[in-house]
């Protein structure tokens, strides 16, 4: 299988090619010429609280569906990879971190309208400027510590605001069986979207992992050792 489908936004067989061999979740959004495709979720899944992690963000050029329905055309936007073309790839995006108080979905057009319950925000890539993966054409990190669960029964969510332009230059692809190269066009898109965990996905389906409490070992409570609580409930600390 070609090497986009096995990326890190690799995406498993569906007819709309949105099913995912990890738990991210994928949106096609508008450009000024066809699509791109963004796909967002933790860098480090599953995913747990006070535990190093960081936020996935992967982006592709999208012209729709190959014959094959794990393939479509389209390419990664790869600013490494394309410095040195004529029209490179450009990618300048922020990310906002946010904590909910429940796995609300945006809405709007392509889920650009925040949520309800938005507790806490924090620009993650002031302190973290997305960078590109050395291995992963096309994706980029932010790294963060999220620091309390989420999705349990009492409650909380981690979400993120994803937000800025990106340009993907000219570019080729050829499916399976396809005599000759599908030509993509230079687009630019400017985008503004909400991404939640669990059940908060805008894309039914499939989403990405809340964050977990992690098991303790060996702390335990007569120890000292208290894991962390849905920020904003009773006892946090």
Same mark, same amino acid.
């Given at each position: 299988?070609?090497?986009?489908? #096995? !990326? %890190?936004?690799?995406?498993? !067989?569906?007819?709309?090619?949105? +099913?995912?061999?990890?738990?991210?979740?994928?949106?096609?959004?508008?450009?000024?010429?066809?699509?791109?495709?963004?796909?967002?979720?933790?860098?480090?899944?599953? !995913?747990?609280?006070?535990?190093?992690?960081?936020?996935?963000?992967? #982006?592709?050029? &999208?012209?729709? %569906?190959?014959?094959?329905?794990?393939?479509?055309? +389209?390419?990664?936007?790869?600013?490494?990879?394309?410095?040195?073309?004529?029209?490179?790839?450009?990618?300048?995006?922020?990310?906002? %971190?946010? $904590? #909910?108080?429940?796995?609300?979905?945006?809405?709007?057009?392509?889920?650009?309208?925040?949520?309800?319950?938005?507790?806490?925000?924090?620009?993650?890539?002031? @302190?973290?400027?997305?960078? @590109?993966?050395?291995?992963?054409?096309?994706? $980029?990190?932010?790294?963060?510590?999220?620091?309390?669960?989420?999705?349990?029964?009492?409650?909380?969510? &981690?979400?993120?605001?994803?937000?800025?332009?990106?340009? !993907?230059?000219?570019?080729?692809?050829?499916?399976? +069986?396809?005599?000759?190269?599908? @030509?993509?066009?230079?687009?630019? %898109?400017?985008?503004?979207?909400?991404?939640?965990?669990?059940?908060?996905?805008?894309?039914?389906?499939?989403?990405?992992?809340?964050?977990?409490?992690?098991?303790?070992?060996?702390?335990? @409570?007569?120890?000292? &050792?208290?894991?962390?609580?849905? &920020?904003?409930?009773?006892?946090?600390?």
């Amino acid at each position: 299988m070609k090497q986009k489908l #096995l !990326a %890190a936004g690799a995406m498993a !067989a569906s007819s709309v090619l949105f +099913g995912s061999a990890i738990a991210h979740e994928s949106r096609v959004l508008p450009a000024s010429v066809n699509n791109i495709r963004l796909t967002v979720g933790f860098h480090a899944e599953p !995913a747990f609280e006070d535990t190093f992690n960081g936020i996935d963000v992967i #982006l592709y050029s &999208y012209d729709g %569906a190959c014959a094959d329905p794990t393939d479509f055309w +389209g390419n990664p936007i790869d600013t490494r990879g394309t410095a040195g073309n004529a029209d490179p790839d450009t990618v300048n995006l922020t990310v906002d %971190a946010l $904590y #909910l108080k429940n796995q609300t979905p945006p809405t709007g057009p392509n889920g650009s309208v925040a949520p309800a319950g938005i507790l806490k925000t924090l620009a993650i890539t002031n @302190a973290s400027p997305l960078k @590109a993966s050395f291995s992963d054409p096309g994706t $980029y990190n932010s790294l963060f510590r999220p620091t309390n669960p989420g999705g349990t029964a009492s409650g909380g969510a &981690y979400g993120f605001r994803i937000k800025g332009a990106v340009h !993907a230059g000219p570019s080729t692809y050829k499916c399976e +069986g396809e005599a000759s190269d599908h @030509a993509l066009a230079a687009r630019t %898109a400017t985008i503004d979207a909400y991404f939640i965990c669990g059940a908060g996905t805008f894309s039914p389906g499939h989403s990405f992992n809340c964050i977990e409490a992690i098991q303790s070992f060996p702390g335990k @409570a007569e120890d000292g &050792y208290e894991p962390s609580k849905a &920020y904003g409930s009773s006892g946090h600390r």
